[in-house]
């Protein structure tokens, strides 16, 4: 492990002054949503695959499966968001910032972060276009299904959506404030890397 205090590589720039300690909880949400989100889709499978054997086998489908997919599957994309993000799994194209950040690490680090605080403005629209229609749904008691059949609420899943923009936005600040600091001192890949080994940033490279 690289020690704290000294320079990576022969670099005269030590890692950035945040201690992974700081974010490990937040880090710790991440990974048990991500897993709820995990075991979701496994009961979803099986639903699914119970509703198939019924509709084919006995000519008796399991109510409301269509409607618990439609539900589910946004429910999965926003819990499991967060995580998606921290680990670099979100699809980019970052040949040029990756270019930049060799060659110029300033403007690579820069243009990076500018584009993760864009990433935090649009995750604050949604959170904020969303709180209405979940209180909404609270209140009123909206329903996904046939009254009378089976139904399922529609608040969790928009609470779901409020939990995952949150989230979200608060990695892609985390990223932000990363590569500020990185801009800021002219670090190279090299030295990201070390900060990387430290548990400073969450994204990992493919």
């Not at 040029?96 to 990076?112: D, E």
């Not at 749904?137 to 529609?154: F, L």
Request: with cysteine; proline share 5%.
């Amino acid at each position: 492990m690289i020690n704290p205090t000294t320079p990576a590589e022969g670099q005269g720039v030590p890692r950035l002054p945040v201690s992974w300690r700081g974010w490990l909880s937040f880090e710790f949400l991440l990974s048990a949503l991500n897993s709820i989100g995990t075991l979701w889709i496994f009961a979803l499978m099986v639903v699914i695959s119970v509703d198939v054997i019924g509709r084919t086998a006995f000519n008796s489908p399991l109510p409301g499966v269509l409607e618990l997919v439609r539900l589910s599957i946004v429910g999965i994309v926003f819990i499991q968001l967060g995580h998606t993000l921290r680990a670099g799994r979100i699809t980019r194209a970052d040949n040029l910032i990756h270019a930049l950040q060799r060659k110029l690490p300033r403007l690579g680090f820069g243009m990076q972060a500018l584009f993760e605080l864009a990433g935090t403005g649009v995750f604050v629209v949604l959170f904020r276009a969303s709180l209405p229609l979940f209180l909404r749904s609270w209140a009123s008691g909206e329903y996904a299904g046939i009254e009378g059949y089976i139904t399922y609420p529609i608040w969790p899943v928009r609470l779901i959506i409020l939990i995952g923009s949150a989230c979200a936005g608060v990695q892609f600040l985390l990223f932000a404030i990363r590569d500020l600091v990185a801009a800021w001192r002219g670090q190279s890949p090299s030295a990201v890397e070390a900060n990387l080994s430290e548990g400073v940033a969450y994204r990992t490279e493919d």
